[in-house]
């Protein structure tokens, strides 16, 4: 039990950018490592995780850690992929109240934070290839941005219109390329 | 009491109703924090979005312990916390009980079909969102075009992108 929640406090600890970043190393551990999976099976959990709501990670991990001790084995590696990231962030958080009263913060954020756009922006490049060129992909992209974009409502509504679209609307759409 | 609570829900929600990782929960997070609850200003929550690109974790759960903290201290940072991965955990629990029978369910394929380009819009139009908010100048358009480029086309690392824009930062302004 330990051990499991080393490696997944291991894993939380050393991957930055969150999500993706952690898959490799998780698959690693788990299957290469320690072989406490099958690369297929592997392969199925990170399929279902990516079917879920919420960070990757946190599914990732809950869904092996159930596999290999049940419900305790979730809690422990779900834990584990969160305490590194919390108490980093928790120290973040205290000093950098004082440290916003520095100029030289100051000036180094306000460089950071045009980034931060871009950044963003280079997302929607990445996630174009997951998406097959139909006239139903770009409603459902226009759709989106009309509604959080520019009424600025609620993402919720777009992923539920999005969600019942996809499978009750796509299956019906002849404008497939 | 009231604010633990209402910051464990609004956490809650967030992460349950959060497709595709990483960006796509931006635009949740910030019309929560800055436009409902106004728990941060635009600044600071773009900070935070920095912060959480060169620390380690999901942003949502970096986000989440930040904003927790900063509204209620130790207390405010767990329920924020524990909030946005409840869903996730308490869904990722109850399907490994059903782990055979929920995988091939072709309702979930579909389902990408309409989520993937939804998340792509609500990507788009958080990135917009910051830009307008913080490009005032040619400067910080500047600084936004670098970073795009850098990382599209040099695949530079996005903690060396943020590391470099920083030092732009205190150089222009």
Known sequence: ?177 | MAIIIEIFWTFFKIGAFSFGGGYAMIPFIQREIVSVHQWLPKEEFIDVLAISQVTPGPIATNASTYVGYKIAGLLGAFAGTSGVIGAAFLLALFISGRFEKVKHLPQIKLMFKGLRPAVLGLIFSAGLTVGFATVTSYKELGIACFSFVSIVKFKMHPILTIAISGCMGLILF
């Open chain 1, 1 to 177: 039990m330990m051990k499991l929640f080393g490696i997944f406090f291991k894993i939380g600890l050393f991957t930055l950018g969150g999500g993706y970043a952690m898959v490799p190393v998780i698959e690693e551990e788990i299957v290469e490592k320690n072989k406490w999976m099958s690369e297929d099976e592997f392969l199925d959990v990170l399929a279902m995780a990516q079917s879920l709501p919420g960070p990757l990670a946190v599914n990732t991990a809950t869904f092996v850690g159930y596999r290999l001790k049940k419900s305790r084995g979730a809690v422990i590696c779900c834990l584990g992929t969160v305490m590194p990231s919390f108490l980093i962030i928790l120290i973040i958080a205290s000093f950098l109240t004082g440290l916003y009263q520095n100029p030289l913060v100051i000036k180094f954020f306000m460089g950071i934070r045009p980034a931060v756009a871009g950044l963003i922006l280079t997302a929607v490049f990445k996630l174009k290839k997951g998406i097959d060129a139909s006239l139903f992909s770009i409603v459902m992209v226009l759709m989106a941005i009309a509604c959080v974009g520019i009424m600025a409502w609620s993402p919720i509504i777009v992923i539920l219109v999005a969600a019942f679209s996809g499978i009750y609307i796509y299956p019906h759409t002849k404008w497939r390329v």
